[in-house]
């Protein structure tokens, strides 16, 4: 099974680019962040595309802001659109859906941005990632979640610490929410296969920072053990974020069992020039 995990920063912007990589990567399931359109529209813009290549669809989105989806080829179950008692701000957002797709539990997520540490929205962020946590705690042994948290796991995922203190993304608070999902068993795959590498999946589209490499590994994959214990190859497909309008993130490829495209190295194709640094915000 190859699964992926994709924030799009708009399907309808990014539909020239979705779907001629869904040929070409041919991943089994795909999580989607960052939709921006309401269910009715998403399956409107891509509901016949996707069908005629096979993929089943969970939606959950709102008119302009947020959204999630998973697509998949190996069957749709037993979804759940957002957390099942989780806070809003005020109401919930469409932020998380989850299916069961191939004897996998997969949760699509969207991490709250937290904007200013100390905010509402931060605290608001940190009370989304434990009613996440809570909602995996509850749930089958064999899951995945996949998708934007916008959290930094570790300063090896930053290409300047230094830039980023006193920012959201990268607070010991948040990096404790993140780090309770660890406790349950999940564990970051990417990271996992390539402990040491530069590894960025997210770039501001400002100031040249993609091509200088001046990035942030906020997209993650995170595996129960068992499922883990299946991945054959993990990384980054950094050619998607070039060309003409793409997103600011890369998509994330797991491959489970086999490997189409062997031990592809962490980063597809690997980065074109060497970071500097210089400053940047967190994305907002």
Known sequence: MRLATWNVNSVKQRVPR????????????VCLQETKLADEAFLALLGAELAERGYEVAVHGQVQWNGVAILSRVGVEDVTAGLPGGPGFPEQEARAVSATCGGLRVHSVYVPNGREVGSDHYRYKLEWLAALRDVVADGPEDVVVCGDVNIAPADADLFDPAVFVGHTHVTDEERAALGALHDLGLRDVVRDRWPD???YTYWDYRAGMFHRDLGMRIDLVLASG????????????RQARKGTSPSDHAPVVVDLDEAPDGNAGPVVPPPSAPRTRKAVRPPR
Request: glycine share 4%; hydrophobic share 50%; proline share 7%.
């Open 18 to 29: 979705l779907l001629p990589w869904l040929d070409e990567r041919r991943p089994d399931v």
């Open 197 to 199: 590498e530069r590894i």
């Open 226 to 237: 068992n499922v883990a214990g299946r991945v054959e190859a993990a990384w980054v497909d």
